[in-house]
């Protein structure tokens, strides 16, 4: 099995997949901001970040799959990116979890980006933060969004993982094994 998702990883069409999964949600949040006009706080700009570094990771997989070294870089960054947005979706889940038990909680108003990436000024459009924390304006089957962003980012850490342990595995070159 570990083979298998070995030779999997090796193929573009899997980077492509990634890619394009991340890109649709990367659009989806634009489409939120602009066509609903809900408007991004720092944790969610913060959220793009991470699936902004899952499309990066995707880029450095689809240069070249088959060089192992690349790819595992590429695997390591998508694990991490995935591991950065879920922490930061389960503060942002918590902090909508205290407001709404009456509670009060309140987050930063810019981001604070490093001035080697200073996403923010680069694409204002994308990474600028002009909404607050914990307004819950949109829910589906009753989770927030939030919620969603957290439960996808596990499932792209999950698939890191398995991606990841994936690479122990030994391709054979007999082509009857």
């Known amino acids: 099995m570990l ?10 069409l ?3 997949l ?14 939120f901001q602009y066509g609903l006009n809900l408007q ?8 793009r970040v991470a699936f902004a570094g899952i499309i990066v990771a995707a880029l450095l997989g689809l240069l070249a ?11 390591i960054f998508w694990l991490s990116s995935a591991a950065f947005g879920i922490y930061q979706a389960n503060e942002l889940v918590n902090i909508e979890q ?30 600028e933060v002009t909404g607050s924390c914990g307004a819950v ?3 589906f089957l009753g989770l927030s969004m939030a919620y969603w962003t957290w439960l996808i980012l596990w499932a792209y850490a999950i698939s890191a993982a398995v991606v990841l342990l994936g690479q ?4 054979s070159n007999n082509p009857y094994r």
Not at 65 to 75: E, T
């Open 98 to 127: 205290i407001l709404a038990a009456g509670g009060f909680s309140s987050c930063a108003l810019f981001a604070e980006f490093p001035a080697w990436l200073a996403l923010d000024k680069w694409w204002p459009s994308v990474f």
């Open 40 to 47: 991004p706080c720092i944790k969610c700009i913060y959220i």
């Open 18 to 31: 990634l890619l394009l999964s991340a890109l649709a949600i990367e659009a989806g949040a634009l489409y």
């Open 168 to 171: 122990l595995g030994r391709i």
């Open 137 to 139: 304006d949109w829910q």
């Open 14 to 16: 899997s980077w492509l």
């Open 3 to 12: 083979a298998t998702i070995k030779k999997i990883s090796r193929h573009r």
């Open 65 to 75: 799959p088959k060089l192992g070294v690349l790819r595992l870089l590429a695997i």
